[in-house]
């Protein structure tokens, strides 16, 4: 409406306004606009500087939240009681690392978060119903003060069905905490130099993690990797500090992992076959035969597990 506008919004365009100056020091910043904004506000790509040029890197998307609001759902029922599972999916089909900026415009302060943690949940759980990102908020609150497992480690609660019947995903709600910031940038800090330097190679770091978590479930690898502990504005160091999901469930993502590997298995055998490297072709067997149990071996190399043909 001309001459109006909710002051909530206002303040919503102003964090995003400083978030994109303060990320502008390391990145290449370009705003959605709001006509065009499906989730992401702002699209980054990360940058370094050789000499006296600026070399781009790895793209990462940044949705930006005010301090005193800064959680962010996705999934659970509407108004309606209509499950929004295009929120679900929105979120867990991303093809590049995904950013949450929480802007403190009091303290004139930018802190991000990771999105690591969420990836445990699809592969665990499957479809959640809802899926609630919350900054700040230690992973160790949900595992060890309440004495949870690693297999059972974010509070739930479950949801209501919706006004068909039907049942919202898994039927919870998970409140998955996203730690303390991976970085935190205040006015003043983000013109020094080797400050920004610092902070460039501590995106790259994270954004490295999450493309490889990408990777994996573009390749429906239930494979998770998550840093166990990080300092902010530092970049976490292996070896020893990274954590890998693995399912305690019986039989539970055996179908799905041996289904990613079996092409390349499929494909080593036929190149051994091929190559007269026999004695390597009866080292691979065994694997190939469990695979072809959960009928997922391609059938022409089939023939080497059920004949041993060569």
């Known amino acids: 409406m001309p001459g109006l506008q909710l002051a909530s919004f206002w303040e919503g365009n102003r964090a995003q306004l400083f978030a994109t100056y303060v990320l502008s020091s390391v990145a290449a910043v370009v705003p959605v606009p709001v006509p065009m904004d499906f989730g992401h506000d702002l ?10 040029a600026l070399f781009a890197g790895r793209a990462f998307s940044v949705q930006v939240k005010s301090k005193s ?9 509407n108004k309606r009681r209509e499950w929004k599972r295009y929120e679900v999916d929105w979120l ?8 949450v900026c929480v802007v403190d415009l009091k303290e004139w302060t930018v802190n991000l978060y990771s999105t690591q943690f969420m990836w445990w949940i699809p592969w665990q759980k499957g479809t959640p119903g809802e899926v609630i990102l919350v900054p700040d908020l230690p992973l160790d609150d949900f595992r060890e003060a309440e004495g949870r497992s690693m297999e059972n480690r974010y509070r739930s609660a479950a949801l209501e069905n919706a006004s068909d019947g039907s049942r919202p995903g898994d039927g919870f709600s998970y409140r998955i905490p996203l730690g303390n910031p ?3 940038v205040s006015v003043k800090e983000q013109e020094a130099a080797e400050f920004r330097e610092q902070i460039r190679g501590c995106l790259e770091r994270w954004v490295g993690l ?6 994996y479930r573009r390749l429906k690898v239930p494979y ?3 840093w166990i ?15 890998c999901f693995h399912n305690p469930t019986h039989d539970k ?7 990613s590997i079996s092409p390349a298995i499929a494909s080593l055998m036929h190149n051994l076959n091929r190559q007269g490297q026999y004695d390597k072709l009866e080292v691979v067997k065994p694997l190939a035969s469990l695979i072809h149990e959960y009928g997922l071996l391609d059938e022409t190399a089939t023939r080497f597990v059920t004949d041993g043909n060569r």
Do not use: A, M
Request: aromatic fraction near 10%; charged fraction near 25%; proline fraction near 8%.
């Open 43 to 52: 699209l980054c790509t990360l940058t370094r500087l050789e000499r006296h």
């Open 69 to 77: 609001d800064p959680e962010i759902r996705y999934g659970g029922l």
């Open 92 to 99: 867990y089909e991303q093809q590049q690392s995904f950013v």
């Open 182 to 184: 991976i970085v935190s």
């Open 210 to 215: 999450d493309y490889r978590n990408l990777t």
């Open 224 to 226: 998770v990797e998550e």
């Open 229 to 243: 502990t990080w300092v902010t504005n530092e970049p976490p160091t292996p070896p020893g500090n990274l954590w």
């Open 253 to 259: 993502n055996i179908k799905e992992i041996l289904s």
